[in-house]
């Protein structure tokens, strides 16, 4: 895979600590992007060979339906090439691939706090965190709605750093799976996807491990993020158009970037169309500053709150933007059993914690599911409506988020 130019986007994932989001040095300085390519879009494609042979460059594939092609630059001439060819009359933008990264009667069932909350305490199995006892209301009621309904197989794409692929919790809920990460290996080996696939579709009842918020949904396991939790904006872009053509219903991106692409709209503005909910972590800054695709209108997205059902110091905020809110404070999923990156930050095999507005989008993605699940006819506007509208209005709602933390059992009555 090309080199990746991180700059002050810190490496840590959004889903284990606060994304540190840094200003730029100085006007000069050009947003974190993949060195070696640009991402240009022309009015007439078939004028794009000719004009780009005038700066000394070839034609590249396309970026999934997204209209784009994938243009192969001289390293260190991203940035004069993409404003020089976005000037030209023949293109209709010219921009930088971008950087994004990973925002971070089942045995440990009383540990998942997010979907029954009964004030209790416990310690993960590193020892290294304790959840203390918290408000027993904190929760989306998933007990309750599971009454009602599991999911009815919806299936639900996770843009991340791929799914544990032997992991008996959440590895036979995948059926299907690609990668766009620039990685040999469909596997995760950070950690991140596996968390979140286990927090949205973790088998339930099967007396081990946890329970999912949308136990009987599938899952499309879509590797968009390297090894090291970080993936271009063209590799998200093309993920959201193969989990479009996989007929889901859902797609999950907890991952961002403080910087927003055209390309990576135009794929989201498709997949809106096409008629799927797309849910995203709204970031771990502490602040109110954008974070994409979280921000785009197409998007839900999702701040965190903790166990007391209090906004998480480290979640992103914003009444203008971010939508709703959802559990995202050390929370209990699925591990890869084999090493991973996250395993640096004291995380276990199989099972553990994991913090950040990267745990709680995929609440929220669950719950979109289940919601869908009951009403199987409704289009992706409806179904999007009723868990924003059906959303419990806790502190902060008004301030933080437009609507509330999200309630599963109300969004499927």
Known sequence: MKKAVIASIAAAVLGLAPLILAPAAGAADPPPHVEGQILVKFHDDRASAGVLKAYGLANGPGVGSTGARLISVPEGNEQRLATALGHNPAVEYAELDGIATALSDDFYFPRQYALENTGQSFTNTSGSVTVPAGTADADIDAPEAWTVTTGGGTKVAVLDTGVDDDHPDITP???????????????????????????????????????????????????????????????????????????????NMSLGSRFSSTTLETAVKKAWAAG???????????????????AYTNVIAVAATDNNDEKASFSTYSAKWVDVAAPGASIYSTLPNHPFAMESNGRSK???????????????????ALAWSVRPSANNST????????????????????????????AVK
């Open 383 to 410: 179904v999007r409506s009723v868990v924003e509208a059906t959303a419990d209005p806790i502190s902060g709602t008004g301030s933080y988020w437009i609507h509330g933390r999200v309630n599963a059992y109300a």
């Open 276 to 294: 799927v909910v797309i849910v995203a972590a709204a970031g771990n800054t502490g602040a109110q500053g954008k974070v994409y695709p979280g």
């Open 350 to 368: 199989d099972y553990d914690i994991a913090s950040g507005t990267s745990m709680a989008s995929p609440v929220v993605a669950g719950t979109v």
């Open 173 to 251: 809920k995948v059926v299907g799976s690609a990668n766009f990460s620039g990685t040999a290996s469909n596997d995760d080996f950070y950690g991140h996807g596996t968390h979140v696939a286990g927090i949205i579709a973790a088998t339930a009842n099967n007396s081990i491990g946890v329970a999912g918020v949308c136990p009987s949904c599938t899952i499309l396991d879509v590797k968009v993020l390297n090894d090291s939790g970080s993936g271009s904006f063209s590799a998200i872009a093309a993920g959201i158009d193969w989990a479009v053509g996989q007929k889901a219903k859902v797609i």
